[in-house]
């Protein structure tokens, strides 16, 4: 049987939506872990790993919020699992960052795919992704970075309508 989950590194981590997924004390994040790491006949989840699938953002975040999950995935029930020690993934803030760095380099629209009340229901977890973000913005053009302030300036709006 093939592994549901990829061999990784500190330079190739899962991230993006499948991190989201690896389930957090902190309450972040998404629900669909069997989605990402259940292998379920045919069907081989896909995991996103930086620099591999998607444009990677450690020249500018370093090793931040890239740990090693093999233990939780084992306890959720992910298998069959490499043969490799170490998996290593985002977590849920660097894994939404990656996403939304990666759709905007790509000129895609992150305002209906990334909401994140979602996955980030305080303000407080709001902010330490805008702070995170304010990290990449020597790597983005002018437009890009309209981008990302305008997702910005919605989902303060979405939040404050939902309180």
Same mark, same amino acid.
Not at 63 to 71: A, L, T
Not at 115 to 123: N, S
């Given at each position: 049987?093939e592994?549901?989950?990829?061999n990784?590194?500190?330079q190739? @981590?899962?991230?993006s939506?499948?991190a989201?997924n690896?389930p957090s !004390?902190d309450g972040? *994040? %998404?629900w /669909? &872990?069997?989605? $990402?790491f259940?292998? /379920? *006949?045919? &069907? !081989?989840?896909?995991?996103?790993?930086?620099e591999?699938?998607t444009?990677?953002?450690?020249? =500018?975040?370093g090793?931040?919020?890239? &740990?090693? $999950?093999?233990?939780i995935l084992?306890? @959720? *029930?992910?298998?069959?699992?490499p043969?490799?020690?170490e998996? @290593?993934a985002?977590?849920?803030?660097?894994?939404?960052?990656?996403?939304?760095? %990666?759709l905007? +380099?790509?000129g895609q629209?992150?305002?209906d795919?990334v909401? =994140?009340?979602?996955? &980030?229901?305080?303000?407080s977890? +709001?902010?330490?992704v805008?702070? !995170? =973000?304010?990290? =990449?913005?020597?790597? !983005?053009? %002018?437009?890009?970075?309209?981008?990302? %302030?305008e997702w +910005?300036?919605l989902s303060?709006?979405?939040?404050?309508?939902?309180?």
């Open positions: 049987m592994n549901a989950i990829t990784t590194t500190k190739h @981590y899962i991230t939506i499948a989201l690896i !004390l972040t *994040g %998404d /669909h &872990f069997s989605d $990402c259940i292998h /379920h *006949g045919d &069907f !081989l989840p896909q995991q996103h790993l930086a591999i699938d444009i990677s953002t450690r020249h =500018l975040l090793d931040y919020g890239i &740990f090693e $999950c093999s233990d084992k306890k @959720y *029930g992910a298998s069959p699992l043969d490799q020690a998996i @290593y985002a977590n849920h803030y660097r894994a939404v960052v990656d996403m939304i760095f %990666d905007v +380099k790509n629209s992150i305002t795919t909401i =994140l009340d979602d996955w &980030f229901p305080e303000d977890e +709001k902010q330490t805008y702070q !995170l =973000l304010d990290k =990449l913005k020597a790597d !983005l053009t %002018d437009q890009q970075w309209m981008m990302i %302030d +910005k300036t303060r709006a979405i939040t404050h309508l939902s309180i």
